[in-house]
């Protein structure tokens, strides 16, 4: 029986270790472990293709967040609009501050925050939007600049699952007033473990998360503020900047992938595809398609060998961690129904075009036998 995995990170890696063997030998032999001239590489390289002046690497993409969010002085009472339908680490990273996130509901074609609904969920204390782009989609980032320009707030983009997506011309990371990345292995562009990074505009944000991530060091021994241990490994730089070379590659992989099972999932009863407006806009982190009775639906696959994800079956605020903030079943019904009917189809630049037949094949076949 062919099977096919959700995600094959070890045929990627494999090539890539040709390439960086030497590389991590001398960062062994020179114990350039934490930050270093590999590190520096990466945030210039990766600041440029995100057209952003900076980049401070970091140890991941939750503390990317939080340090973002630290930076431009987000304290505990003020409030960060977000979506409900997330990783938790974009809820992490406003907890840890201290603020409350305060949640719309998202868009029904791209399952990012609605930017219809924010200006009603804005009072004095908010301080922050935080949208994601999600699956690899670019939020509706001017209609939110807009908003947050018009009531002098901070935007601040969760871009973990969309390095390269693009709005308006404009790539994710740059639009806003910074961009949080991760680099977990499974990300678009993935460390050989734990990473993550920032991109900014501003030269004093770059400057204070520089700090925080090393401690708030103003000198030796002097600690300005409440700092941080959040830098970026020097092995981690290493890979991300031999990776970054093959991204568009990959991206590009991701989207032919996309476009076939598109083209040959299309008009299937019951199975519900992602909407996209501009092609550049999405870099297909996840194909991600509704169904109902959608445990069954990933049994049925899985008995006939094929691999699929749930991003995410339970909106944030639902989480028992964020109860206390009050919000209730039925406030999101959007998330709700997508959440509860979301299936993450095995999306991955290595992806083979019998693999992809295979898949199609028999989601068909599951679908018609319903
Ligand atoms: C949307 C989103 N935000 C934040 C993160 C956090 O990144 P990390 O796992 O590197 O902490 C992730 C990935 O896990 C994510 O998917």
Redesign the pocket.
């Known amino acids: 029986m062919t099977s096919v995995p959700f995600l094959d990170l070890k045929s990627q890696n494999r090539a890539m270790w040709a390439e960086l063997k030497d590389t991590v030998e001398n960062i062994v032999a020179e114990a350039q472990f934490i930050l270093g001239p590999h590190v520096q590489a990466f945030e210039q390289r990766f600041a440029e293709f995100c057209g952003a002046k900076h980049c401070i690497g970091l140890n ?6 939080h340090m973002a969010l630290l930076a431009f002085d987000v304290d505990p009472g003020d409030e960060v609009i977000t979506t409900p339908h ?5 809820c ?2 406003i907890a840890y501050t201290g603020a409350k996130p305060v949640f719309v509901d998202i868009d029904r074609r791209s399952y990012n925050l609605d930017p219809n609904l924010v200006e009603a969920a804005i009072t004095p204390r908010t301080k922050a939007v935080l949208p ?3 699956y690899g989609q670019a939020a509706e980032m001017t209609a939110l600049r807009d908003i947050c320009e018009r009531h002098n707030l901070r935007l601040i983009e ?4 969309a390095h390269g997506a693009q709005h308006a011309g404009h790539t994710v990371g740059s639009i806003g007033d910074a961009g ?5 292995p ?2 678009n562009l993935g460390a050989f473990g ?3 990074a920032v991109t900014t505009n501003s030269d004093p944000i770059a400057a204070r998360i520089r700090s925080l991530r090393d401690h708030a060091q103003d000198g030796r021994h002097n600690h300005v503020e409440i700092g941080y241990n959040t830098r970026m490994e020097g092995l981690q730089g290493a890979v991300l900047d031999a990776k970054l070379k093959h991204l568009a590659e990959w991206t590009q992989r991701r989207r032919d992938h996309a476009n076939y099972y598109l083209g040959q999932l299309k008009g299937i009863p019951g199975l519900t595809l992602p909407a996209v407006d501009d092609p550049l806009s999405h870099v297909w ?1 996840l194909f991600v398609v509704l169904v109902n009775d959608r445990d069954q639906f990933r049994a049925d696959l899985e008995k006939r060998g094929v691999a699929t994800g749930v ?1 995410y079956p339970t909106p944030i605020p639902s989480q028992p961690a964020f109860k206390h903030l009050g919000y209730k079943r039925g406030q999101f019904p959007v998330t709700e129904d997508v959440m509860s009917r979301c299936v993450s189809l095995p999306m991955f630049p290595e992806l083979t075009e019998a693999q992809q037949e295979y898949v199609v094949a028999i989601i068909r076949d599951v679908i018609n036998k319903r």
């Open positions: 991941n993409g939750t503390t990317a967040l997330s990783w938790i680490s974009t992490w990273g994601v782009h999600l969760d871009a973990a699952q949080c990345f991760s680099f977990y499974g990300k734990e990473a993550g982190h991003h």
